[in-house]
C-alpha cells in the first residue's frame, strides 16, 4: 500500500509540474502580447526591409518623395472646395482670352462661304439692273455701207426709202428702241429677279447662323475639355497627397499594401483621363483654329454669356416661321410665281417705239429721221408657250411643297432643340444639386478621418464622388449653353455680327426686296402651329 500510494503521489506531482510549466508558457505569450505598440512597428519595419518592393511600385513618373507626412488637413476647404465648382469661371475677367462673340466675329471675316455669298448676292442684283434696263430706251450707232451689181434700186432703212442708188448706198444712223407695252413680260422679269436676289441674301444669312453654330459648337467643346483637364488636375494633386499619406501609413504599419495599391492605381487613372482630354482639347483647338486663323497656340477662351430668362426664350420660338432658309424659299417661290407669269405673257402682244436718225447717207436723201410704233403679237407657235406654261407651273408647284416640307423641318428641328436644350438645364440643375452633397459628403469623411473613426479609402471613395460630380456639371453645362444657342439657332434668331464682319448683309437685306429698293423685306409667314 506504502510502496503504491509512495508512486501514486510522485505521479501526481510530476503531472502538477508539468501543468505549471504550460501554464507559465501561456503566460509569457500573454506577455508579448501586451509589449507597447512601437515594439510591433519596429518588427514590421524589419518585415519590410525583408519585402522592400511592396509600396514602390506605383508608377514611376507619379513616385513621390520621402513624405513628410502631408496631412489631410491640408486639402482644400468646404467653402473653397464649391467657390472652385467651375473650373472656368476664373476666366470670365481675363481680358487676353476671347468670348464667344468675339470668335464669331474672326470666323465670319475669314470664312469663304459668306464671302462666295456675297458675290452670288452681287451678281443677283446685276441680273435686276439688266432686267430694269429694259424699260428705257435703248440707243445704238449704226454704220452700213451697201454693194449692188444693178443701179436704180431705192434703199430702205427702217421701213423708210432714202433716195436712189447707182449700185452703191451707205448711210450713218443713230437708232433707238423704246418698250412701250410687254403684257407684263419684263416687270415680272424683274420681280423674279428680284426675288431670287433676295433668296440669295437669306441664303447668306442662314450661312451667318450656321457659321455660329459651327464656331459655338467648337468653342464649347474645347472649354469643356480645358476645364475636364483643370478639374482631374485638381483631382490628380489631392489623390497624390492621398498616396503620400497611405505611403506613410504603409511605413508605420498601419495600412496594407493593397491600400497604397489601390490610391496608386486611381492616381494612374486619373492622369491617364487627363491625358485623353489635353487630347480632345487640342483636338477642338485645331477646329477652331480652322475658323478663326489665329493659330492653337493663342486660342484662350472664356465663356462671357448669361442664361437667357423664359421670357426671352418664349420671344426667340416664336419666330420659327421667320427664319432665313424659310424666308429664302419663300422668295424662291415667288420668284417661280413670276417666272410662270413671264410664261404667260408669251401668249400677249409687244409693242416697241423704234427711231432712226441720219446722219449720212449716200446717195442724198430728204430723209433725216423716221420713227416707227410696232406691234407683234404671235398666232401659232406649235405648242411651244403652252409647254412652258405648263413647266413653270409644275415648278410653282414644287416650290410650295418645298417651303411646307421646309416649314415642317423646320418646327420639327425647333421642338428637338427645345427638347435637348430643357433636358441639358435639367440635368445640370441636378448636378449642382450633386455637387454640393458630394462636397457635404467628402468634407465629413476626412473630417472623420482627421479623429481617426474613417478609414483614408473611405476619403478617397468621397474625393472621387465629389470630383466626377463636378466633372459632369462642368461638362453638361457646356452642353446647356451648346443646345441653347442651337435652339436659337433652329429659331432662326441667333445672335449676327453681320455690320462687324465686313460683308453688308444688312444693307442687302434692306435693298434686294421685291417691293423696291430702300424698302424693307416683309415675309408674311407665320409660325408653324
Not at 481675363?94 to 452681287?122: F, G, H, M, N
Request: one cysteine or more; aromatic letters at 10%.
Amino acid at each position: 500500500m506504502n510502496a503504491s500510494g509512495g508512486g501514486s503521489i510522485g505521479l501526481w506531482r510530476g503531472a502538477k509540474q508539468k501543468r505549471e510549466k504550460q501554464a507559465l508558457g501561456v503566460g509569457a505569450l500573454c506577455l508579448l502580447s501586451l509589449l507597447p505598440w512601437p515594439v510591433l512597428a519596429q518588427s514590421q519595419e524589419k518585415a519590410e526591409h525583408e519585402r522592400p518592393g511592396w509600396p514602390l511600385r506605383a508608377l514611376p513618373a507619379q513616385a513621390q518623395p520621402e513624405p513628410g507626412r502631408p496631412a489631410v488637413s491640408n486639402m482644400p476647404s468646404f467653402d473653397m472646395l464649391l467657390q472652385a465648382v467651375s473650373p472656368i469661371a476664373a476666366k470670365r475677367e481675363d481680358p487676353k482670352a476671347i468670348d464667344l462673340s468675339e470668335c464669331y466675329r474672326l470666323a465670319a471675316i475669314r470664312w469663304d462661304q459668306l464671302k462666295i455669298d456675297d458675290q452670288t448676292v452681287r451678281a443677283q442684283q446685276a441680273v435686276v439692273a439688266q432686267a430694269q434696263s429694259a424699260f428705257a430706251p435703248q440707243f445704238s450707232w449704226q454704220n452700213e455701207q451697201s454693194f449692188q451689181n444693178t443701179t436704180g434700186v431705192i434703199p430702205v432703212v427702217g421701213g423708210v426709202a432714202v433716195g436712189q442708188s447707182g449700185g452703191y448706198f451707205s448711210f450713218n444712223s443713230i437708232n433707238s428702241t423704246w418698250l412701250l407695252f410687254d403684257s407684263m413680260r419684263q416687270q415680272n422679269r424683274v420681280a423674279a429677279a428680284r426675288a431670287t436676289a433676295s433668296a440669295q441674301t437669306y441664303t447668306m444669312a442662314w450661312d451667318y447662323q450656321n457659321l455660329y453654330l459651327n464656331v459655338a459648337q467648337g468653342f464649347y467643346q474645347e472649354l469643356n475639355y480645358e476645364g475636364s483637364v483643370r478639374i482631374l488636375e485638381d483631382q490628380i494633386a489631392i489623390l497624390r497627397d492621398l498616396v503620400n499619406e497611405l505611403q506613410y501609413r504603409f511605413k508605420v504599419g498601419r495600412s496594407r499594401p493593397a491600400d497604397v495599391f489601390q490610391g496608386q492605381a486611381n492616381l494612374a487613372a486619373a492622369v491617364a483621363a487627363r491625358e485623353g482630354y489635353v487630347g480632345l482639347m487640342n483636338q477642338y483647338k485645331a477646329v477652331l483654329n480652322y475658323y478663326l486663323g489665329i493659330g492653337p497656340e493663342r486660342i484662350d477662351l472664356k465663356e462671357s454669356q448669361a442664361f437667357p430668362g423664359p421670357q426671352t426664350l418664349e420671344d426667340y420660338l416664336a419666330h420659327v416661321g421667320s427664319r432665313p432658309d424659310i424666308l429664302a424659299q419663300v422668295q424662291l417661290l415667288r420668284s417661280q410665281k413670276a417666272t410662270l407669269a413671264v410664261a404667260i405673257g408669251e401668249f400677249g402682244p409687244r409693242t416697241a417705239l423704234t427711231g432712226t436718225y441720219f446722219l449720212s447717207h449716200q446717195p442724198d436723201s430728204p430723209v433725216v429721221w423716221n420713227t416707227n410704233i410696232v406691234t407683234t403679237m404671235p398666232l401659232f407657235t406649235g405648242g411651244l408657250y403652252t409647254g412652258y406654261v405648263r413647266q413653270e407651273r409644275a415648278l410653282v408647284h414644287s416650290a410650295e411643297l418645298q417651303v411646307e416640307n421646309l416649314k415642317r423641318t423646320a418646327d420639327q428641328s425647333l421642338r428637338i432643340a427645345f427638347a435637348l436644350f430643357n433636358a441639358a438645364v435639367g440635368q445640370v440643375l441636378q448636378y449642382r444639386e450633386q455637387v454640393e452633397v458630394a462636397a457635404l459628403y467628402f468634407a465629413a469623411q476626412r473630417h472623420d478621418f482627421q479623429r481617426g473613426v474613417a478609414q483614408l479609402l473611405d476619403v478617397l471613395v468621397a474625393l472621387n464622388t465629389y470630383q466626377q460630380a463636378r466633372l459632369s456639371l462642368h461638362q453638361n453645362e457646356m452642353n446647356a449653353r451648346y443646345q441653347l444657342v442651337n435652339l436659337f439657332v433652329q429659331a432662326g434668331l441667333a445672335e449676327g455680327n453681320w455690320n462687324r464682319t465686313g460683308l453688308p448683309l444688312h444693307d442687302m437685306l434692306q435693298t434686294s426686296s421685291p417691293s423696291g429698293p430702300g424698302v424693307p423685306p416683309v415675309m408674311p409667314v407665320s409660325a408653324p402651329q
